[in-house]
């Protein structure tokens, strides 16, 4: 079993709609997470931590369950320009993160 | 954004040639990692460094070596090239290893034929 799994996708979704991505991990002693973006033959990018109590960015929102040992990303109002790859990435006691093999975004007009 | 910068950003090479990829950052981090990152297979770590002269290995760490003289320098060494190490490569930054973020540069692509 993979450390960080995420759904592959792609998820197609139409400008103006709501799409959310999960993200199972492992490592129940797993201490930090977060959310980056990545967009074609260019290099990843951080779009947000994830805190425990949740938290909010503009249109994106992210959840951590750590009972269940997932993470979720919500996009709200999708735009074209958040077509991507969303990567789930999970930090450990060590000095190492741990990247899930990403779900692909594609939006559509 | 993070100052990092690699360099070459691509490069084309022949099996059995030594290659040696660099990463300089301009944010005094104490942390720097060197990933590659495939289809199928996402990112992997190959090393990382703690600190001037510290390394440790990462995931696939296989045919790879790394050094560490600078703070701002961190340099990844195929010895001899083969084919399975096509594939792009990325360094990245952080201030405090896995308790924060990482930052990346722009990646290097190697083909090795």
């Known amino acids: 079993r993979k450390e960080v799994e995420q759904d592959p996708g792609p998820f197609n979704v139409p400008e103006g709609a709501t799409v959310a991505f999960n993200c199972t991990y492992s490592n129940s002693a797993s201490q930090s997470f977060f959310w980056y973006r990545q967009d074609c033959r260019k290099e990843p990018k951080l779009l947000m931590s994830v805190y425990s109590s949740g938290n909010e960015d503009g249109r994106f929102t992210a959840q951590l369950n750590r009972a269940s040992q997932y993470i979720s990303l919500l996009i709200r109002d999708s735009k074209l320009s958040d077509s991507a790859t969303y990567l789930c990435v999970v930090g450990n006691a060590g000095n190492m993160l741990t990247f899930g093999g990403g779900t692909r975004l594609m939006v559509k007009p | 954004d993070a100052g990092i910068t690699q360099s070459p950003r691509h490069k084309v090479t022949e099996t059995g040639t030594p290659v040696t990829l660099r990463c300089h950052q301009t944010?005094?981090?104490?942390?720097m990692y060197w990933y590659r990152q495939d289809p199928g297979h996402g990112l992997r770590l190959i090393h990382y460094?703690?600190?001037?002269?510290?390394?440790d290995k990462g995931e696939v760490s296989d045919g790879y070596s790394v050094s560490r003289s600078k703070t701002e320098d961190f340099l990844l060494t195929l010895e001899s090239a083969t084919s399975s190490q096509t594939s792009v490569y990325f360094c990245a930054i952080s201030e405090r290893g896995a308790r924060n973020e990482q930052f990346f540069g722009p990646g290097t692509r190697l083909t090795v034929l």
């Open positions: 460094s703690y600190g001037v002269k510290d390394t």
């Open positions: 944010e005094n981090h104490r942390y």
